[in-house]
C-alpha cells in the first residue's frame, strides 16, 4: 500500500444552523469525491452540525497512517488560527503513531479573485446600463473582530478595484464590524452611482444570505432610482475545487506555509498567556476592539451566551468564514488600466 492510500482528507466545514448550507458542504464533498475518487475525503462541521470536527479528527487518526487537515473556510480568524490547531493537538496526543497535517484556509488568492471577477461581469450584464463608471462594487463579507480576518476581504476588494475599470469598489460586513451594507449604499448613492451590484463574500447559503438578499431587495424599495444586482455565493466553482486539491498535493509534497507557522501555534500560545483560552463561553457582540500587534487572533465573532454552552452566535456563521471581490462587466478587463484620477475610488 502506498503512502497516498493511507492518507485521510479531512474536509473541515465551519457549520450552519441554516441545514441548506451544510447540505452544499456535503453536496461539496461528494463532487469533491468524484472528481477524486482515488483519494479517501471525510468531512466535519467545527459547529452547529455533524460530524463534529474533534470526535472525527480522532477518528481518522485511529484508521490512517496519515492525516491531511483541509479547512473550507475563506478567512482566517479564530476557528483556523485556534479551534482547527487544538483539535489537532489532542487527536496527536491520542493517536501519536499518526501523522497529522494542516493545510491553510483558502485565503484571498487570485482563484478566488477569478470568481469575483466572473460574479461581477455576470451581475453588469443584468443591469440596463453596464457602465463601470456609474456602477458602485460592494464586496459584502460576514465580518469578524479579527482584523486580519477582514483585512484578506479589504485586500480582495482592492485587488478587484485595481483590475477593473470600476472606479468606487467598497468593503460592507453583515455583523460584527463596520460598514454596513446600508451605509455603504448611502454613500454610494450621494457619489452619484446608478446602480449598484452586492458581491456576497461566501461559500455556501445559509442564513446570511438570505439575510443578504432581503436588504437588497429593502434597498430596492428606499432607492428606487437605482438599480441593484445581487450575485450568489460560490462555492461549487471549479476554482474552490483546484484550490482544495491544491491545499492536499502541498501537504503531500512537505511544501511549507508561512501564514500559519507551526500549526497556529504562536497564536494559541498568544492567546494562552493573555488568558484568552477558547472557551466558548465569552461574547464578542459588541464594537471590535483593536489588538496590539500579534493579538490579532480575537476568537473570531462569536456571540455565546454566557453561563451555558450553547451557540448562539450574534449572527449565523455563514460561509465566507469565519472567518471575508472583483469584477468584470459587460466586457472582460483582465488586464491592469489606469484609472481616471478625477473620480472617488
Request: aromatic share 4%.
Given at each position: 500500500?502506498?503512502?497516498?492510500?493511507?492518507?485521510?482528507?479531512?474536509?473541515?466545514?465551519?457549520?450552519?444552523?441554516?441545514?441548506?448550507?451544510?447540505?452544499?458542504?456535503?453536496?461539496?464533498?461528494?463532487?469533491?469525491?468524484?472528481?477524486?475518487?482515488?483519494?479517501?475525503?471525510?468531512?466535519?462541521?467545527?459547529?452547529?452540525?455533524?460530524?463534529?470536527?474533534?470526535?472525527?479528527?480522532?477518528?481518522?487518526?485511529?484508521?490512517?497512517?496519515?492525516?491531511?487537515?483541509?479547512?473550507?473556510?475563506?478567512?482566517?480568524?479564530?476557528?483556523?488560527?485556534?479551534?482547527?490547531?487544538?483539535?489537532?493537538?489532542?487527536?496527536?496526543?491520542?493517536?501519536?503513531?499518526?501523522?497529522?497535517?494542516?493545510?491553510?484556509?483558502?485565503?484571498?488568492?487570485?482563484?478566488?479573485?477569478?470568481?469575483?471577477?466572473?460574479?461581477?461581469?455576470?451581475?453588469?450584464?443584468?443591469?440596463?446600463?453596464?457602465?463601470?463608471?456609474?456602477?458602485?462594487?460592494?464586496?459584502?463579507?460576514?465580518?469578524?473582530?479579527?482584523?486580519?480576518a477582514n483585512g484578506?476581504?479589504?485586500?480582495?476588494?482592492?485587488?478587484?478595484?485595481?483590475?477593473?475599470?470600476?472606479?468606487?469598489?467598497?468593503?460592507?460586513?453583515?455583523?460584527?464590524?463596520?460598514?454596513?451594507?446600508?451605509?455603504?449604499?448611502?454613500?454610494?448613492?450621494?457619489?452619484?452611482?446608478?446602480?449598484?451590484?452586492?458581491?456576497?463574500?461566501?461559500?455556501?447559503?445559509?442564513?446570511?444570505?438570505?439575510?443578504?438578499?432581503?436588504?437588497?431587495?429593502?434597498?430596492?424599495?428606499?432607492?428606487?432610482?437605482?438599480?441593484?444586482?445581487?450575485?450568489?455565493?460560490?462555492?461549487?466553482?471549479?476554482?474552490?475545487?483546484?484550490?482544495?486539491?491544491?491545499?492536499?498535493?502541498?501537504?503531500?509534497?512537505?511544501?511549507?506555509?508561512?501564514?500559519?507557522?507551526?500549526?497556529?501555534?504562536?497564536?494559541?500560545?498568544?492567546?494562552?498567556?493573555?488568558?484568552?483560552?477558547?472557551?466558548?463561553?465569552?461574547?464578542?457582540?459588541?464594537?471590535?476592539?483593536?489588538?496590539?500587534?500579534?493579538?490579532?487572533?480575537?476568537?473570531?465573532?462569536?456571540?455565546?451566551?454566557?453561563?451555558?454552552h450553547a451557540h448562539?452566535?450574534?449572527?449565523?456563521?455563514?460561509?465566507?468564514?469565519?472567518?471575508?471581490?472583483?469584477?468584470?462587466?459587460?466586457?472582460?478587463?483582465?488586464?491592469?488600466?489606469?484609472?481616471?484620477?478625477?473620480?472617488?475610488?
Amino acid at each position: 500500500m502506498n503512502q497516498v492510500s493511507k492518507d485521510t482528507i479531512l474536509i473541515v466545514g465551519h457549520g450552519s444552523r441554516e441545514d441548506s448550507g451544510n447540505q452544499e458542504i456535503r453536496e461539496f464533498t461528494e463532487q469533491w469525491r468524484a472528481r477524486r475518487p482515488d483519494w479517501r475525503i471525510e468531512l466535519c462541521f467545527i459547529e452547529f452540525a455533524p460530524p463534529e470536527m474533534n470526535a472525527a479528527l480522532l477518528s481518522a487518526a485511529r484508521s490512517s497512517r496519515r492525516v491531511l487537515v483541509v479547512p473550507l473556510i475563506l478567512n482566517a480568524a479564530g476557528h483556523v488560527k485556534m479551534e482547527i490547531p487544538e483539535a489537532i493537538e489532542q487527536a496527536r496526543l491520542a493517536c501519536p503513531q499518526t501523522e497529522i497535517l494542516l493545510a491553510p484556509h483558502l485565503t484571498a488568492c487570485d482563484p478566488i479573485l477569478a470568481i469575483l471577477k466572473r460574479r461581477l461581469r455576470k451581475a453588469m450584464n443584468a443591469l440596463d446600463m453596464p457602465d463601470p463608471t456609474t456602477t458602485g462594487v460592494v464586496v459584502l463579507g460576514r465580518g469578524s473582530s479579527d482584523r486580519g480576518a477582514n483585512g484578506e476581504m479589504a485586500k480582495m476588494a482592492r485587488w478587484l478595484l485595481e483590475e477593473g475599470d470600476h472606479e468606487l469598489v467598497d468593503l460592507a460586513f453583515t455583523g460584527i464590524t463596520w460598514p454596513r451594507l446600508e451605509k455603504v449604499v448611502q454613500r454610494h448613492v450621494l457619489l452619484g452611482m446608478r446602480q449598484i451590484v452586492v458581491l456576497p463574500y461566501y461559500l455556501y447559503t445559509g442564513t446570511l444570505m438570505q439575510r443578504i438578499h432581503r436588504q437588497v431587495e429593502h434597498l430596492r424599495v428606499q432607492y428606487p432610482q437605482v438599480r441593484f444586482a445581487c450575485s450568489e455565493h460560490f462555492g461549487f466553482e471549479k476554482e474552490i475545487f483546484e484550490l482544495m486539491d491544491q491545499r492536499v498535493e502541498d501537504l503531500r509534497a512537505g511544501v511549507p506555509d508561512s501564514r500559519l507557522p507551526c500549526d497556529g501555534c504562536t497564536y494559541r500560545v498568544i492567546a494562552h498567556d493573555l488568558g484568552h483560552g477558547h472557551s466558548h463561553a465569552h461574547t464578542h457582540d459588541h464594537a471590535p476592539h483593536d489588538h496590539a500587534p500579534g493579538q490579532e487572533h480575537a476568537h473570531e465573532d462569536h456571540a455565546h451566551a454566557h453561563g451555558d454552552h450553547a451557540h448562539d452566535h450574534a449572527h449565523d456563521h455563514d460561509h465566507a468564514h469565519h472567518d471575508h471581490a472583483h469584477h468584470d462587466h459587460a466586457h472582460d478587463h483582465d488586464h491592469p488600466h489606469a484609472k481616471s484620477e478625477s473620480h472617488p475610488a
